[in-house]
T-cell receptor, first 114, second 114 residues
Framework: DVKVTQSSRYLVKRTGEKVFLECVQD?????MFWYRQDPGLGLRLIYFSYDVKMKEKGDIPEGYSVSREKKERFSLILESASTNQTSMYLC?????????????FGAGTRLSVL | DAKTTQPPSMDCAEGRAANLPCNHS???????VYWYRQIHSQGPQYIIHGLKNNETNEMASLIITEDRKSSTLILPHATLRDTAVYYC???????????????FGTGTRLTIIP
């Protein structure tokens, strides 16, 4: 069964802290994504990666960075957390180059920055 | 990606078929219809997709009109666990770089009533 695992369901951090959100998939997918979801704004893409050490900016990359050192793991980094980064963060993965282009999501991490 | 229109909310009695409509009148010939759902406080879950033929899997059926301008997702025997927000998305199926992000609209909030 397809599995995308995010390291934490709930996280509380202080303003200015460096925050790491981890995501692991066990499906050997090439693509991995980080979204944030806010009420009334839907899903917004932060970054995605189509291969190890490759990354592409999404719609809202400011204040975030990512790391993909292994195919199965994609990390989202908040260099200096701010209150406007309080949100639900969703990781997803998909296969590259097939006609299906289906994304599989993790359960999400609800981050609160105080 | 083509724009979609869905009713904001629907109710369905437990055990009955839930029929969720979606309008996508500007759909292009190479665009597929995808359905995802999001149960409260969880990540989105892929349900089904199709191009022009009706499709069925273990979760649902997808009926696409002959002109492809609208579709209906059918949950044949709704249970309380089907209470969720359902998203209809229209997009090309191939994963081209820079074109992978999913854009969720506001969806339909389906409530299954005991």
């Amino acid at each position: 069964d397809v599995k995308v695992t995010q390291s934490s369901r709930y996280l509380v951090k202080r303003t200015g802290e460096k925050v790491f959100l981890e995501c692991v998939q066990d499906m050997d997918h090439e693509n991995m994504f980080w979204y944030r979801q806010d009420p009334g704004l839907g899903l917004r893409l932060i970054y995605f990666s189509y291969d190890v050490k490759m990354k592409e900016k999404g719609d809202i990359p400011e204040g975030y960075s990512v790391s993909r050192e292994k195919k199965e793991r994609f990390s989202l980094i908040l260099e200096s957390a701010s209150t406007n980064q309080t949100s639900m963060y969703l990781c997803a993965s998909s296969l590259l180059g097939l006609p299906k282009n289906i994304q599989y999501f993790g359960a999400g991490t609800r981050l609160s920055v105080l | 990606d083509a724009k979609t229109t869905q009713p904001p909310s629907m109710d369905c009695a437990e055990g009955r078929a839930a029929n969720l409509p979606c309008n996508h009148s500007t759909i292009s010939g190479n665009e597929y219809v995808y359905w995802y759902r999001q149960i409260h406080s969880q990540g989105p879950q892929y349900i089904i997709h199709g191009l022009k033929n009706n499709e069925t899997n273990e979760m649902a059926s997808l009926i696409i009109t002959e002109d492809r301008k609208s579709s209906t997702l059918i949950l044949p025997h709704a249970t309380l666990r089907d209470t969720a927000v359902y998203y209809c998305i229209v997009r090309v199926a191939e994963a081209n770089f820079g074109n992978e992000k999913l854009t969720f609209g506001t969806g339909t909030r389906l409530t299954i009533i005991p």
